[in-house]
């Protein structure tokens, strides 16, 4: 079983590193071309759960400079803990699917899914960089969650 995690594609806000809230951006040209380069990599495969992520990020850093998300969570939103849990779910829920799995969110949430994937904690989510409409694939290592690939751009 291997779970496809798919950021959204390139939005004017994500290219310029702000978080979007609750603002419904279109893709840029570029995000939708990285958008359709995924099409055959992701028709390649029978997916027996397709999950799409209704949430949106919000904008932080005017109000509290020096916030990070995996540590600070949301002001007036989500804690660290809560999105680990959420996420949690989210893994529980996978885990119970026999064969491949594709999971549509933003970046923030999929870092977070990574981290918990293998086992740590959900502040690990800083330390997977992940660009817009890449693909990442998390299997096993034997019986062991693994990251089998990451933050993969798909070349023209």
Same mark, same amino acid.
């Given at each position: 079983?291997?779970?496809?995690?798919?950021?959204?594609?390139?939005?004017?806000?994500?290219?310029?590193?702000?978080?979007?809230?609750?603002?419904?951006?279109?893709?840029?040209?570029?995000?939708?071309?990285?958008?359709?380069?995924?099409?055959?990599?992701?028709?390649?495969?029978?997916?027996?759960?397709?999950?799409?992520?209704?949430?949106?990020?919000?904008?932080?850093?005017?109000?509290?400079?020096?916030? *990070?998300?995996?540590?600070?969570? $949301?002001?007036? %939103?989500?804690?660290? #803990?809560?999105?680990?849990? !959420? @996420?949690?779910?989210?893994?529980?829920?996978?885990?119970?699917?026999?064969?491949?799995?594709?999971?549509?969110?933003?970046?923030?949430?999929?870092?977070?899914?990574?981290?918990?994937?293998?086992?740590?904690?959900?502040?690990?989510?800083?330390?997977?960089? *992940?660009?817009?409409?890449?693909? $990442?694939?998390? %299997?096993?290592?034997? #019986?062991?969650?693994?990251? !089998? @690939?990451?933050?993969?751009?798909?070349?023209?």
């Amino acid at each position: 079983m291997n779970v496809f995690a798919i950021r959204h594609g390139e939005t004017a806000w994500s290219l310029g590193g702000q978080h979007t809230g609750t603002t419904d951006l279109p893709l840029t040209d570029n995000g939708r071309r990285r958008a359709e380069r995924l099409r055959p990599v992701l028709a390649a495969s029978a997916f027996n759960l397709v999950l799409c992520s209704p949430m949106r990020r919000a904008q932080i850093h005017e109000v509290a400079p020096g916030w *990070l998300i995996f540590r600070d969570g $949301c002001p007036g %939103g989500e804690s660290p #803990e809560q999105v680990g849990a !959420r @996420v949690d779910q989210v893994i529980a829920r996978s885990r119970t699917v026999d064969g491949d799995i594709a999971l549509f969110a933003h970046g923030h949430v999929l870092r977070v899914f990574a981290a918990r994937w293998i086992g740590l904690p959900p502040s690990g989510g800083q330390h997977f960089l *992940l660009n817009t409409g890449t693909l $990442c694939i998390l %299997g096993y290592y034997g #019986e062991i969650p693994a990251v !089998r @690939v990451w933050n993969e751009p798909l070349l023209d």
